[in-house]
């Protein structure tokens, strides 16, 4: 299957201002590699790093120019080298110019596959385009990006350009960054590309699909209106699971050293009658029983194949109705994609005018489908309007199954309004929830959606890549934490819930809970799991608890359940040191990193900044000692872009004057950053004078 | 071919070991149906479809009806009894007046639903008055008293199994709000007491009663009278109890056929809303996909079960493997090892709770972010007081301000992140429609996500959109085509139906198999009406022009390939010619109950 091959180039900005995202662009640079080890191995990749201090490509050699750009490895097939290269990617020191990049991964795919290969070709380019490109030497930069996009179609090159904007680059000239984004919409318009813009590592693992997978039709045929139209479709898979990966059973039995075995296992199944099981049943003398309550009724596969439901190939319109009658939970299942057939003109207009029809009057169709001839049920289900956005891709529809009324459980439950009043909400409750959901927005207005399907990444997979790639450089080699960035997915974001830290306390301030002192203690199961409250007011509970455990700890030392205003340090270390229950390193760390945030927030004029650094250097020997470096290197990010944010120098000033590092590997092994690495972030972190 | 029989109910990608679509069957249920069959139940009509009155009896006995076809497709494992009372005969274990205790051969009185349960109660209505009869059991004068002897009787079924491993139930189907109004004085005063205290007795063995009124028209049905006592509602309960009168028929049995399942939870979660702040929510399967049950192999000669034994046998030695084996992935020239534990230490990313992220405006939930059948979640206080209030507070902001929250539900089988979206209460004549709470719907992750529709343009041009006029007659045509009471639960599936109608026939050896009626197939008549055709035909000009035909005959035409064709004719052919009764006659039908 040669034409499935994927032949493919990164071309990725290792500039200064990339730095900060660089660790992301490694991670899902080579979970790209290393899924292509799995699914695509015959695909080809090559790696080109733009903004570097080095030239090294073909084209300078050969026309001069384009400088600053290496070629860090040729389009080859992809191998574990590659993964290597791209999970070490040279930091930069100069701004690249991502036209002079696309070029040269333009060069590289022509010269190495020019008339021989008319597979899929593809750029993938991850920048933050926030850096001016050089004016072309004949016409304007428009003229040129126009010729390439020309020459791209020709060649038959599709790009990806993922541009990183918003909290992960610097502000930079807004000139510049109009620029560069018309130049880039320009290949969006004329070529089979898309640009997506994402502004937090989250969506930046997320936006680079890591897996190719090649479309299949689940039905090609006609959308019947009725017996006299019918309009020319193609059906895709518009979601779908992306499963865990079936792994095979493996034989320890031949010796590891043997090079022919293949330790695979086989499974075999055996029917014995339950009455004697040393008869085995042969195949042809078994035959099917169904249930039927307590029954079981033999029926041979001929006999089913007689009388069973042999609905006919086709997909056919009931009617259209009112979108409100489709209440959104009734969706059963992955969504369908319906797109009129690739080519056929007035296929596409029927479509397209169906759509846009439909869309304005805000109806829904609902469709029989029967996909496959010899299908022995059919779905029945709603087709709603997808009118595209982009000029060049045809409006469409998607699909979802509906209910049939045995898949419906219709059970009652209780009004709300039946309550007993002391259950419902009173009024000064309500605000603080309506508060609540307004503030804890994921989808504020200018800023990117957070969270958005489209770029989050399957935490789960990512991790299992990740372990595997390390299992086979160590065999033996545990489980790796959760990615720190990945957590963001599945706990809630530190920063959100910090701007919006009033709302929440009102919130918890304002609703009680209690464990119903009713009930049998082996039916608790809430109060080992209630989160420690940081912040006082709400922790009671935990205290009460503490106690408990002190008394029988019989451990004289003076018991400090939080971090004060006074000590912080010292209630900090305290704490730390407490064996008592496993759970106060963490909540120390949880607390201190919350009192440093509050210091640097309330603080007037810098009056707290001290008292902060302090924090940060006791917390970072804490980290230390505990070998946990990722709170207080996440903490010490997040800082580096909250000055940014904020326009505070003095004091990312005052923590590279006292010398305060990242955590490195050397430090504590679970770090991500090298000695050089946990130094660079002072340099970094050191306000870079303005221009 | 040992093919997987429930393959073709499915699509590929279902996977039948996934928990997230089986059935626990860990909690029974045991249920008596009594029926007043009193000669007022006969008497009183409500109006039904098509404006023909139906008569009280009838209703119930067709809930009970439908309800037991659902049962044994569904929960097959519950245990009913079917009990009369206010009857002429008797029959009862304890002998007692006017109470008939309905039942079929080979099943004991209250035992599982069984083919010929379902068969002969069906046309129960043919011989009910030759073979049981109506007749009051309260009469003035009489110290019978024929509800107080039901609920014993009723009792007396429900003896069996632990109330531990099952939930027992007596459902009470009347049209009689006063059953002791024909009596007087003591006698009344007496009658009544005995009874509440028979139904408190029943009550405190863990034994719910459940009323399910019929009403008239004209009438309202008074629970206050006696069966508010009798069943133990509060005053709070009470007021949503009482159906309004005047109810249509349809709605009646609606809600009566809702009532008489019981909810059950699949799971009960923790809900972190934010530090400090952890409610507790169960969860519940409205909306899940309904397959035929597990297929078991029999022995073709002696219509035995048969066990299937699995073994491992290492290919390279031929030797069985016993204990469990690692698994493997190659990878780099290299098979890369894990052991189960470390597999699900990789899934175990979050505790297994559910986490509130955030907020979004309800529009950021598109029509593709789906994967799998939503699950409801409800607030409970039993272990956590407050649950509710909390619950309700945003419940009711996200409907106020239109946004869903976004939630990580850390559930060991697939972590992933979830919507919930809070549905207000909608109620009609017919009860609740749609129940107050929240859905949670899976959301893709982006390598779940495709983009098909990206990958066509292959050409500078921009795509062909349709332009005012086209769109125009797209809209009349969608007016004329136009479902305007659609609901969800329209349809039954056809397959589902073919399927049981094929086991209840072989199941009772019945020689014909009854006709089962595809729903989903397009309203041809409504479509051939001269105004629908004519928006078609305008429609259909607009866009194709005069070129309609010939556009569209290369692809039909070419796709009928020769072998499909034949294989077509051949499957047309058996169904044709399929005797049953000759194959029964010949042993290829082997019927036979197993216990």
New interface residues.
């Given amino acids: 299957m040669a034409r499935n091959k994927e032949k493919l180039v990164l071309l990725l900005d290792v500039g200064p201002s990339m730095h900060g995202v660089l660790p992301e662009v490694e991670k899902v640079c080579s979970m790209l590699v290393e899924k292509k080890l799995i699914f695509n191995k015959d695909d080809e990749v090559g790696v080109v790093v733009f903004g570097t201090e080095e030239t090294n490509n073909e084209l300078m050699d050969e026309v001069g120019g384009y400088e600053n750009i290496v070629v860090l490895q040729d389009i080859k097939v992809v191998d574990g080298d590659l993964i290597d290269i791209l999970k070490k990617l040279p930091r930069g020191t100069v701004d690249g110019d991502f036209l002079d990049a696309i070029v040269v991964g333009m060069d590289m795919l022509i010269k190495k596959y020019k008339g021989i290969y008319k597979g899929k070709k593809r750029l993938c380019l991850i920048t933050n385009a926030i850096h001016p490109t050089k004016d072309s030497l004949e016409g304007s930069k428009e003229d040129q990006v126009g010729t390439l996009a020309v020459q791209m179609t020709a060649q038959g090159m599709k790009m990806e350009s993922i541009v990183v904007r918003g909290i992960l680059s610097q502000d930079a000239n807004k000139r510049i960054m109009d620029e560069n984004d018309r130049l880039l919409s320009i290949f969006s318009k004329k070529t089979r590309s898309r640009t997506v813009y994402v502004d937090s590592p989250i969506s930046l693992l997320g936006a680079l699909k890591t897996r190719r997978v090649t479309p299949v039709t689940v039905f090609r045929g006609h959308l019947e209106l009725s017996q006299q139209m019918k309009i020319k479709v193609w059906v895709y898979k518009k979601t779908q699971e992306e499963k865990f990966p079936t792994l095979k059973k493996y034989s320890e039995k031949a010796p590891s050293t043997s090079k022919f075995a293949t330790h695979q296992v086989m499974v075999d199944y055996e029917y014995k009658s339950v009455d004697d099981s040393s008869t085995v049943v042969p195949p042809e003398q078994r035959i099917k029983g169904y249930r039927y309550g307590p029954q079981v009724v033999p029926i041979s596969d001929a006999e089913r194949d007689a009388v069973k439901f042999k609905p006919e190939k086709g997909v056919k319109l009931l009617g259209f109705t009112d979108a409100s009658n489709i209440i959104r939970h009734y969706y059963m299942k992955d969504v369908y994609l319906f797109i009129a057939e690739p080519g056929n003109t007035r296929a596409i207009l029927a479509v397209s005018a169906i759509a846009r029809a439909m869309k304005e009057m805000n109806k829904v169709a609902i469709l029989r489908c029967v996909w496959r001839q010899g299908q022995q049920n059919v779905v029945v289900g709603v087709l709603t309007p997808n009118i595209s956005q982009n000029n060049k891709i045809p409006d469409s529809f998607y699909f979802n199954v509906l209910p049939f009324i045995e898949d419906v459980r219709e059970y009652q439950f209780p009004s709300f309004n039946s309550f007993p009043a002391s259950w419902l909400p009173n009024e000064q409750q309500q605000m603080a929830a309506d508060e609540f959901v307004q503030m804890l927005n994921l989808a504020p207005s200018g800023k990117e959606e957070a969270l958005l399907p489209e770029f989050t990444p399957n935490p789960v997979l990512e991790r299992f890549y990740h372990h595997l790639e390390l299992k086979s450089k160590q065999p033996d080699a545990a489980v790796p934490p959760l990615d720190e960035t990945l957590k963001r997915i599945t706990e809630p974001d530190l920063e959100l819930d910090f701007e919006n830290k009033s709302v929440l306390d009102s919130l918890c301030k304002h609703f009680e809970l209690k464990e119903n002192s009713k009930l049998k203690k082996s039916a608790r199961r809430l109060l080992p799991e209630k989160p420690s409250g940081s912040n006082g007011e709400d922790g009671n509970g935990n205290v009460s608890d503490a106690r408990a455990v002190d008394s029988i700890g019989q451990e004289p030392v003076v018991k400090i359940e939080k971090i004060g205003d006074l000590t912080p340090v010292q209630d900090f270390e305290v704490m730390m040191t407490r064996r008592d229950n496993p759970e106060w390193v963490g909540k120390a760390i949880r607390e201190m990193r919350d009192k440093i945030l509050s210091l640097l927030t309330n603080s007037h004029g810098g009056d707290n900044y001290l008292v902060a650094v302090e924090c940060i250097i006791a917390l970072r020997k804490g980290c230390i000692l505990e070998q946990e470096p990722g709170p207080y290197n996440n903490l010490m990010r997040y800082l580096y872009r909250y000055c940014q944010e904020k326009e505070i120098s003095t004091f990312p000033k005052l923590l590279a004057s006292m010398d305060v590092t990242l955590i490195s590997k050397s430090e504590a092994v679970d770090s991500n950053f090298t000695d050089d690495e946990a130094r660079r972030f002072l340099d970094k972190i050191k306000p870079e004078p303005k221009d | ?2 093919l997987d ?1 429930e393959d ?2 499915k ?1 590929e ?1 279902d996977d039948p070991d996934n928990e997230f679509f089986q059935q626990s069957e860990s909690s029974k249920e045991y249920v008596v149906y009594l029926v007043d069959a009193s000669p007022k139940m006969f008497n009183t009509t409500c109006p039904g479809k098509d404006q023909k009155d139906e008569i009280h009896f009838h209703v119930s006995i067709s809930c009970i009806a439908e309800s037991l076809k ?1 049962q ?3 929960r ?1 494992y519950d245990e009913v009894a079917i009990c009369f009372f206010n009857t002429r005969e008797k029959k009862n274990l304890q002998d007692l007046n006017g109470v008939f205790v309905f039942n079929v051969a080979e099943r004991e009185q209250l ?5 010929r349960l379902i068969k002969e109660f069906d046309c129960i209505e043919e011989s009910f008055m030759r073979e049981i009869g109506s007749q009051y059991g309260i009469v003035p004068g009489s110290r019978e008293n024929s509800l107080y002897n039901a609920l014993w009787v009723a009792q007396a079924l429900l003896r069996k199994g632990s109330i531990k491993t099952a939930d027992k139930r007596i459902l009470l189907f009347t049209n009689e709000d006063d059953p002791f109004g024909s009596l007087q004085g003591a006698a009344k005063a007496d009658m009544t007491r005995t009874t509440l205290q028979r139904a408190k007795d029943i009550q405190d063995l863990g034994i719910s009663i459940e009323l399910l009124p019929l009403i008239r028209l004209d009438e309202e049905f008074n629970v206050s009278v006696l069966y508010s006592d009798l069943i133990g509602l509060d005053s ?2 009470l ?2 109890f009482i159906p309004s009168a005047g109810q249509k028929l349809e709605d009646m049995k609606d809600q009566l ?3 008489m ?3 059950r939870i699949i799971r009960r979660i ?1 809900f ?9 929510l169960n969860t ?7 397959v ?26 031929g ?1 069985l ?1 016993q204990e469990p ?8 020239n ?5 052991s189960m534990d ?2 699900s ?3 175990r ?3 297994g ?1 559910l ?7 309800l529009c ?2 598109k ?8 699950t ?1 979640v ?1 607030p409970s ?10 619950f ?7 409907l ?2 239109k ?1 869903f ?2 939630a ?1 539900y ?1 559930g060991s089988s ?4 979830v919507a919930l ?1 809070a ?1 207000d ?1 909608i ?1 009609t004549a017919g ?2 429609m ?4 929240m ?1 949670m ?1 899976y ?8 983009d ?7 050409t ?1 041009d ?5 332009d005012k006029d ?6 009349a ?3 004329r ?4 009471d ?11 139906q ?3 109608a ?3 026939a ?2 009772l050896e019945e020689d014909d ?1 009854p006709e ?1 009626i ?1 729903e ?5 008549e409504g ?2 009406r001269p105004a ?2 004519k928006a ?2 305008e ?2 000009l ?3 022009g005069d ?2 035909d010939e ?2 005959d290369h ?2 035409k070419e ?1 009928v390939g020769g072998a ?1 064709r034949k ?2 004719e051949i ?1 047309e052919n ?2 044709k010619d ?1 005797d049953w009764a000759d ?1 029964a006659d010949n042993g ?8």
């Fill in positions: 071919m040992d029989p073709v109910f699509d990608e659902t044994i497709i569904c097959s035992d599982r639903p069984t083919a709070e309960d007021a949503q056929r809702k009532r399942f019981t909810k923790t972190h809303i934010v530090k400090g702040l952890s409610i507790q519940y399967a409205l909306i899940r996909p309904t035929p049950g597990a297929i078991t192999w029999l022995d073709s000669v002696t219509n035995r079960p048969l066990k299937i034994e699995r073994s491992l046998i290492c290919e390279d030695t030797s493997i084996p690692k698994r493997f992935q190659p990878y780099r290299e098979n890369v090892k894990f470390e597999i230490e990789i899934k990313i979050s505790t709770h986490r509130l992220l955030g907020f979004k405006p950021c939930l029509d593709y972010h789906n994967l799998r059948p939503s409801f409800y206080d039993q272990e956590v007081v407050g649950s509710s209030c909390i309700i507070a945003l419940h009711r902001s996200m106020r301000l946004r929250a976004v990580f850390g697939r972590p992933q992140l979206v549905r209460e109620t009860g609740q749609e129940p107050p709470g859905h719907i959301l893709p992750y982006s390598d779940d996500i495709r098909a529709e990206e990958i066509f343009p292959d500078e921009d795509a062909p959109r349709a086209q769109i125009q007659k797209a809209a045509l969608i007016k085509i136009e479902m305007k659609f609901s969800v639960f329209q349809f039954a599936n056809p397959a589902l073919r399927h049981y094929v086991l209840q072989l199941a198999i089962t595809d989903t197939v397009p309203d041809e479509l051939a629908v055709v078609i035909e429609f259909k607009s866009v194709y070129n309609y556009e569209n692809l039909g796709k499909s294989r077509k499957a058996a169904a399929y194959l290829q039908i082997l019927l036979e109950t197993l216990g």
